[in-house]
């Protein structure tokens, strides 16, 4: 069964707005990584997040980790149209596991 | 640049044909991985391989087949038993054979059936 389960599957918010994504999960994890994927492409790695943390952030995304709900948020501040893409999560229970992911639209 | 590339960008095989997915990278990474995409989906593992001459099955390995005989190199073949091809494949690499390390993704291989 699938490991991490991304909600909402799909999300369409204009530039200049936050937009939230949040992941949920079934056993414990070691990590928790998010990836992004535009059209066409490879994934890009955007941030690893580890068990004992609950909040990490890197430029304009702010991950966050709650362990005890089995669950994670990614979200991106001030949106911009290239953001448009779909977001994975990755959940590290010994060998990494990808969720159904997300996928935004930014309009400009 | 270092990176990871994946060749050919569209293949299309036909019915009993074996074709070859190639994989290369240039990171100087021990780990290689390969996934199957479907439409909307996420990502399956296939096979990966933590060392040159050493490779695992994940959870979709029937009908396809791996070598790594070079750190470099993790070509997949997908054989004429794997029935439902067609889907979209990415070939990763990660510097250690932890999983908690971020993996690096080739820009795939799109597989479609004649």
């Known amino acids: 069964s699938q490991q991490g389960e991304e909600d909402p599957q799909a999300l369409s918010i204009q530039e200049g707005e936050n937009a939230t994504m949040n992941c949920s999960y079934k056993?414990?994890?070691?990590?928790l990584q998010w990836y992004r994927q535009n059209s066409g492409r490879g994934l890009v790695h955007l941030i690893l997040i580890r068990s004992n943390e609950r909040e990490k952030h890197s430029g304009r995304l702010r991950v966050t980790l709650d362990t005890s709900k089995k669950s994670s948020s990614l979200l991106i501040t001030a949106s911009r149209a290239a953001d448009t893409a779909s977001y994975f999560c990755a959940t590290d229970a010994g060998k990494l596991i990808f969720g159904q992911g997300t996928t935004l639209q930014v309009k400009p | 640049d270092g990176g990871i590339t994946q060749s050919p960008k569209y293949l299309f095989r036909k019915e009993g044909q074996n074709v070859t997915l190639s994989c290369e990278q240039n990171l100087n990474h021990d780990a290689m991985y390969w996934y199957r995409q479907d439409p909307g989906q996420g990502l399956r593992l296939i096979y990966y391989?933590?060392?040159?001459?050493?490779?695992q099955k994940g959870d979709i390995a029937e009908g396809y087949s791996v070598s790594r005989e070079k750190k470099e190199s993790f070509p997949l073949t997908v054989t004429s038993a794997q029935k439902n091809p067609t889907a979209f494949y990415l070939c990763?690499?990660?510097?250690?054979?932890?999983?908690?390390?971020?993996?690096?993704f080739g820009d795939g291989t799109r597989l479609s059936i004649l």
């Open positions: 990763a690499s990660s510097k250690g054979r932890q999983s908690n390390q971020p993996q690096h």
């Open positions: 391989s933590q060392i040159v001459n050493d490779f």
């Open positions: 056993t414990s994890i070691n990590n």
